[in-house]
């Protein structure tokens, strides 16, 4: 099972590379280590399992989080539609994305990032992604809001984004040019 030790954290220099593309079809041992990530996640966001393992929850997780340099992450969570993200990607690609962009108001956290970076972090506020997922189907999917947010940092980790490159170093606050904040889900 995946846990925190599991997690590189900022200053490990593969959280600054371009991740390879992986093998299509995947291996059945990408597939495995993806399904260990979702996995990771899901547990991450049950209390008595994160209490006993001490984890910090996420939404999503990238493979280069674990030191891996291949293109994949997985996502868990769910949107303010009640729709649920629970899947992971191979070679994902953002084919389009709107001129509008969105921010999450509280700003955003990173497993790899043990301190708080305030500011907005400017997103496209809608997307559209292709990939194959964990059934190894190819799947295109058109994401907006808090989904968009979520697959906007899983995906920046495979170009070696960091969230807190797109805070503005002088204002971190100023709202972002054509920006309108998204809302997140109420967790309790
Ligand atoms: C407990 C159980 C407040 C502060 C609100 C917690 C289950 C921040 C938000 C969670 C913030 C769950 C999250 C991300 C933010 C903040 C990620 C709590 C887990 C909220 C996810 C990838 C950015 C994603 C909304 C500095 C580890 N996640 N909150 N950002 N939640 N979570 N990100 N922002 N301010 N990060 O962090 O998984 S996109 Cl689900
Ligand atoms: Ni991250």
Redesign the pocket.
């Known amino acids: 099972m995946i846990t925190m030790k599991d997690i590189v954290l900022e200053g490990h220099p593969v959280l600054t590379q371009v991740a390879q593309e992986v093998q299509l079809p995947p291996t059945e041992e990408d597939t495995e280590l993806l399904k260990k990530m979702l996995q990771f996640?899901k547990n991450?966001?049950d209390?008595e399992i994160?209490e006993k393992y001490k984890l910090?929850?996420?939404?999503?997780?990238a493979a280069p989080q674990l030191g891996l340099s291949k293109r994949m992450f997985a996502v868990?969570?769910e949107d303010l539609d009640g729709k649920v993200y629970s899947d992971g990607y191979f070679n994902p690609k953002i084919i389009s994305h709107s001129v509008e962009k969105t921010f999450?108001s509280?700003?955003?956290?990173?497993?790899s990032v043990e301190r708080?970076?305030?500011g907005y972090?400017p997103r496209y506020a809608r997307i559209t992604l292709t990939a194959t997922n964990l059934a190894g189907e190819k799947v295109k999917l058109r994401l907006r809001g808090y989904a968009a947010?979520?697959f906007?940092?899983?995906f920046d980790h495979l170009n070696g984004i960091m969230?807190y490159d797109h805070i503005n170093k002088e204002e971190p606050f100023s709202i972002p040019n054509n920006a309108k904040p998204c809302d997140?889900v109420d967790?309790?």
């Open positions: 996640l991450s966001q209390e994160a910090r929850a996420g939404v999503g997780l868990h969570f999450l509280s700003g955003e956290g990173c497993l708080e970076v305030p972090v947010v979520v906007q940092h899983e969230f997140v967790l309790d």
